[in-house]
Nanobody, 118 residues
Framework: QVQLVESGGGLVQPGGSLRLSCSATGFNLIDSPIGWFRQAPGKEREWISCISDRTYYADSVKGRFTVSRDIAKNTVYLQMNGLKVEDTAVYHC??????????????WGPGTQVTVSS
Protein backbone atom coordinates (compact mmCIF):
# COMPACT_ATOMS: atom_id res chain seq x y z
CA GLN A 1 0.00 0.00 0.00
CA VAL A 2 1.15 3.51 -0.76
CA GLN A 3 2.10 5.40 2.36
CA LEU A 4 4.06 8.54 3.18
CA VAL A 5 5.28 9.46 6.64
CA GLU A 6 6.99 12.72 7.55
CA SER A 7 9.34 13.13 10.47
CA GLY A 8 11.92 15.55 11.83
CA GLY A 9 9.74 18.45 12.90
CA GLY A 10 10.13 20.22 16.19
CA LEU A 11 10.77 23.49 17.96
CA VAL A 12 13.67 25.61 16.78
CA GLN A 13 14.83 29.18 17.33
CA PRO A 14 14.87 31.70 14.49
CA GLY A 15 17.95 31.14 12.37
CA GLY A 16 18.09 27.48 13.30
CA SER A 17 17.89 24.39 11.13
CA LEU A 18 15.84 21.23 10.82
CA ARG A 19 15.86 18.32 8.42
CA LEU A 20 12.54 16.77 7.54
CA SER A 21 12.19 13.28 6.13
CA CYS A 22 9.47 11.83 3.94
CA SER A 23 9.60 8.05 3.95
CA ALA A 24 7.66 6.24 1.23
CA THR A 25 6.33 2.71 1.04
CA GLY A 26 4.33 0.94 -1.63
CA PHE A 27 6.00 2.67 -4.55
CA ASN A 28 9.39 3.83 -5.72
CA LEU A 29 10.28 7.49 -5.38
CA ILE A 30 12.18 7.40 -8.65
CA ASP A 31 8.86 6.90 -10.43
CA SER A 32 7.05 9.86 -8.92
CA PRO A 33 7.68 13.52 -8.18
CA ILE A 34 7.61 14.35 -4.48
CA GLY A 35 6.35 17.68 -3.27
CA TRP A 36 6.62 19.49 0.03
CA PHE A 37 3.76 21.63 1.27
CA ARG A 38 3.06 23.50 4.46
CA GLN A 39 0.04 24.99 6.11
CA ALA A 40 0.01 27.48 8.94
CA PRO A 41 -3.10 28.16 11.04
CA GLY A 42 -5.53 30.40 9.20
CA LYS A 43 -3.54 30.30 5.98
CA GLU A 44 -3.81 28.48 2.69
CA ARG A 45 -1.72 25.42 2.08
CA GLU A 46 1.47 26.51 0.40
CA TRP A 47 3.63 24.60 -2.02
CA ILE A 48 7.28 25.07 -1.11
CA SER A 49 9.35 22.51 -2.99
CA CYS A 50 9.37 19.43 -5.17
CA ILE A 51 11.87 17.00 -6.60
CA SER A 52 11.70 14.93 -9.76
CA ASP A 53 14.51 14.94 -12.28
CA ARG A 54 15.39 18.34 -10.81
CA THR A 55 14.41 20.46 -7.85
CA TYR A 56 12.06 23.40 -7.53
CA TYR A 57 11.47 25.91 -4.76
CA ALA A 58 8.99 28.57 -3.86
CA ASP A 59 10.40 32.06 -3.54
CA SER A 60 9.60 32.04 0.17
CA VAL A 61 12.12 29.27 0.84
CA LYS A 62 14.57 29.46 -2.05
CA GLY A 63 18.13 29.78 -0.82
CA ARG A 64 17.25 28.45 2.62
CA PHE A 65 15.67 25.04 1.96
CA THR A 66 17.15 22.15 0.03
CA VAL A 67 15.26 19.05 -1.12
CA SER A 68 17.04 15.79 -1.85
CA ARG A 69 16.34 12.07 -2.02
CA ASP A 70 17.97 8.81 -1.12
CA ILE A 71 16.71 6.24 -3.61
CA ALA A 72 18.07 3.29 -1.63
CA LYS A 73 16.11 4.41 1.43
CA ASN A 74 13.10 5.52 -0.63
CA THR A 75 13.17 8.74 1.35
CA VAL A 76 13.04 12.42 0.45
CA TYR A 77 14.59 15.05 2.70
CA LEU A 78 13.96 18.72 3.20
CA GLN A 79 16.89 20.52 4.79
CA MET A 80 15.68 23.79 6.27
CA ASN A 81 18.24 26.42 7.21
CA GLY A 82 17.85 29.98 8.36
CA LEU A 83 14.40 29.27 9.71
CA LYS A 84 12.07 32.18 10.30
CA VAL A 85 9.02 32.57 12.50
CA GLU A 86 6.86 32.61 9.38
CA ASP A 87 8.09 29.10 8.54
CA THR A 88 5.99 27.78 11.41
CA ALA A 89 3.52 25.30 9.92
CA VAL A 90 2.62 21.67 9.51
CA TYR A 91 4.77 20.26 6.74
CA HIS A 92 3.44 17.54 4.45
CA CYS A 93 4.97 15.57 1.63
CA UNK A 94 2.99 14.56 -1.41
CA UNK A 95 3.48 11.93 -4.06
CA UNK A 96 1.72 11.81 -7.41
CA UNK A 97 1.71 8.13 -8.32
CA UNK A 98 0.79 6.87 -11.78
CA UNK A 99 -1.22 3.66 -11.79
CA UNK A 100 -1.34 0.94 -14.43
CA UNK A 101 -4.16 2.73 -16.26
CA UNK A 102 -2.07 5.84 -16.67
CA UNK A 103 -3.99 8.00 -14.23
CA UNK A 104 -2.31 9.84 -11.37
CA UNK A 105 -3.30 9.60 -7.72
CA UNK A 106 -2.13 11.96 -5.04
CA UNK A 107 -0.95 10.67 -1.67
CA TRP A 108 -0.21 12.68 1.43
CA GLY A 109 1.58 12.05 4.66
CA PRO A 110 0.03 13.04 7.99
CA GLY A 111 2.47 15.91 8.43
CA THR A 112 5.05 17.03 10.94
CA GLN A 113 4.91 20.23 12.98
CA VAL A 114 7.64 22.82 12.62
CA THR A 115 7.59 25.65 15.14
CA VAL A 116 10.06 28.52 14.92
CA SER A 117 10.02 30.66 18.03
CA SER A 118 12.39 32.47 20.34
Amino acid sequence: QVQLVESGGGLVQPGGSLRLSCSATGFNLIDSPIGWFRQAPGKEREWISCISDRTYYADSVKGRFTVSRDIAKNTVYLQMNGLKVEDTAVYHCNADVENTLGSVEGFWGPGTQVTVSS
